[in-house]
């Protein structure tokens, strides 16, 4: 099996840089360094190649969790804008060419990051305490277990599926109202948040939150204030500060000449492969889209094709 060169994320470059024993490597840990170039550096460790997708969820685990350890780490010392988990190149000449050609774009993300972490918080409820004190909280469901008890032994399927439809409904309101809150008080504090999948229907918000390192101190100071508010009904857990997976995660793609000669061809473009010959040709397309749609539609009499040919011309001067 070759070995590549595994990129963890981004820093400014500061010198050569070793980071320990602690990558992923193959049955031991790798060494973790800065590969600088132009000022800037990959951190990166000799990993044997491997395709992520082809392995078993506990390997993915256990080289996800080396990976999480390795931009923490670094963290700790410099601002690190972190690439996507299974990213691997193959020299040192790949990493370096990464660096050149993306090298305003990189120094201009970790200008915009620094100073910044995430927080990722997790709110959850404990249903069975919910559910039983819902009545108190809620007209709806009061009112139908009011009903049930009075029919006593003469309560009926459809009543029941009734009540629990009901509690289904008050549950559902609960659970907005407290992520609306949640959300609200904590957006006074964060410069940005991003919401994560639910893992149950217990948890009310799974969710990353950007902002200045500054501002540690307070989030953790709103959450406390949250759980007075809410009662102590809602379960907080915080974990962090984190590099900004959430926010500033850097995904490598490597492009295939091939490809984009193939696509060049496709889209018409002669001369230089610029952003405004791609949009352009995108353009004209989607004119002589539109123009063929409309021909197929209708009458193809000499005023139609008139009023055609000038919308045309028109849109291609926009």
């Known amino acids: 099996m070759k070995d590549g060169l595994y990129v963890?994320?981004?820093?400014?470059e500061?010198?050569?840089?070793?980071?320990?024993?602690?990558?992923?490597?193959n049955n031991a840990h790798a060494r973790v360094f800065a590969l600088g170039h132009q000022g800037l550096a990959a951190i990166v460790s000799h990993s044997p190649w491997r395709v992520y997708e082809s392995l078993s969820r506990e390997e993915v685990i256990k080289d996800l969790a080396?990976?999480?350890?390795?931009?923490?780490?670094?963290?700790?010392?410099f601002t690190i804008a972190p690439v996507k988990f299974g990213t691997l190149l193959e020299s040192e000449d790949e990493v370096r060419a990464f660096l050149t050609n993306d090298a305003n774009l990189l120094a201009g993300l970790l200008d915009e990051i620094a100073g910044k972490i995430e927080l990722d918080l997790v709110a959850w409820w404990e249903l069975a305490k919910i559910i039983a004190t819902l009545p108190g909280r809620n007209v709806e469901v009061r009112e139908q277990q009011r009903k049930l008890?009075?029919?006593?032994e003469n309560v009926s399927l459809e009543d029941?599926?009734?009540?629990?439809?009901?509690?289904?409904?008050?549950?559902?309101?609960?659970?907005?109202?407290?992520?609306q809150v949640i959300t609200q008080t904590l957006g006074k504090v964060v410069l940005d948040t991003s919401l994560h999948d639910l893992a149950n229907?217990?948890?009310?918000?799974?969710?990353?939150f950007l902002l200045e390192k500054s501002k540690e101190e307070l989030f953790h100071a709103t959450v406390?204030?949250?759980?007075?508010?809410?009662?102590?009904?809602?379960?907080?857990?915080?974990?962090g500060p984190l590099p900004l997976y959430s926010f500033s995660t850097i995904v490598f793609h490597k492009i295939?000449?091939?490809?984009?000669e193939d696509a060049r061809k496709e889209l018409g473009i002669s001369g230089e492969l610029t952003e405004q010959a791609v949009r352009n040709a995108y353009r004209q397309r989607a004119c002589l889209l539109a123009i063929r749609e409309f021909l197929a539609s209708q009458e193809e009499d000499v005023e139609k094709l008139f009023v055609t040919r000038e919308h045309f011309i028109a849109a291609m001067k926009e």
Do not use: S, W
Not at 66 to 77: D, G, Y
Not at 149 to 152: C, D, M, S, T, V
Not at 161 to 169: F, S, V
């Open 8 to 12: 963890y994320g981004i820093i400014k």
């Open 14 to 25: 500061a010198g050569p840089q070793e980071f320990g024993e602690i990558g992923i490597g």
């Open 66 to 77: 080396i990976h999480q350890l390795v931009t923490e780490k670094v963290m700790q010392r």
């Open 149 to 152: 008890a009075l029919k006593g």
């Open 160 to 179: 029941k599926i009734l009540l629990g439809q009901c509690i289904e409904r008050a549950l559902k309101e609960e659970k907005e109202k407290c992520l």
């Open 201 to 208: 229907d217990e948890m009310i918000i799974n969710a990353g």
């Open 224 to 239: 406390e204030a949250l759980d007075q508010t809410l009662e102590g009904n809602i379960n907080f857990r915080i974990v």
């Open 256 to 260: 295939d000449v091939a490809e984009v």
